[in-house]
């Protein structure tokens, strides 16, 4: 009697969840990622622009039906920075970078068919407490992969959105005057300014650092007496 005929296995299907890590410089996506050509063919470009022990750790993909009158995007999230990538009318890619220390707010929106991913990024220095941004929207992505990408983002931004608020601090601090919470007074230095070394201005700064909740009022209060006991 004939065994019964082993049951066919199916191919990796496309769940949309993110892929395993590409490292730079891999030829091809893993296998389980079940994209098709042209998705693999895209990633292999976004690997080609990774930079040594950089890995694409999550990745989303615009749906056809969102790229009708234009070409497809894909987003990916690395273990340094975001990537954009658009294909070019007449073939190519333009490709759109923000690391993670100029990434100011990340915003998902989730509709029926995709999901939209909107990007705020700084243009000045790293870490600058002040400076301008510019704006960067995907329409259409796959939900799935778009919701993993988002989770990297908004963890990389908060990240990097405490340390500028630690920057902000010690700038705020120094224009105070130098002094430090906690430790003895340490009022202007030789060859300060005279507007460092006015009380007044640092009281100033003490009620804006106060304001911006830099400091809490039992910090503000102490900053206050010392600036007080030095006049």
């Not at 292999?44 to 930079?51: D, E, G, M, T, V």
Request: glycine fraction near 6%; aromatic fraction near 4%; include cysteine.
């Amino acid at each position: 009697m004939a065994s019964p005929p082993p049951k066919p296995t199916s191919s990796p299907a496309n769940t949309g969840e993110s892929p395993p890590a590409l490292a730079a410089g891999s030829s091809s996506p893993a296998p389980s990622t079940g994209e098709d050509a042209q998705v693999q063919q895209a990633l292999r470009q976004l690997s080609a622009l990774l930079i040594p022990n950089e890995t694409i750790d999550a990745y989303a993909v615009q749906r056809r039906i969102f790229a009708l009158d234009h070409r497809r995007t894909m987003v990916a999230a690395t273990s340094g920075r975001f990537l954009g990538m658009q294909r070019k009318l007449f073939g190519g890619f333009e490709p759109q970078t923000v690391r993670w220390q100029d990434l100011k707010d990340i915003r998902l929106q989730v509709g029926t068919f995709g999901a939209d991913l909107t990007l705020v990024a700084l243009t000045a220095p790293d870490l600058a407490v002040t400076a301008q941004t510019h704006t960067l929207v995907y329409t259409g992505l796959r939900k799935t992969q778009a919701e993993a990408v988002y989770r990297l983002c908004q963890a990389n931004e908060q990240a990097w959105r405490e340390k500028r608020r630690i920057r902000e601090l010690e700038e705020m601090r120094a224009k105070a005057g130098g002094i430090q919470l906690g430790t003895a007074p340490s009022m202007s230095a030789a060859g300060s300014t005279s507007e460092d070394a006015d009380p007044v201005k640092k009281l100033e700064r003490a009620r804006e650092m106060l304001s911006k909740g830099l400091i809490s009022d039992s910090e503000y209060e102490s900053l206050k007496a010392r600036i007080v006991s030095s006049m």
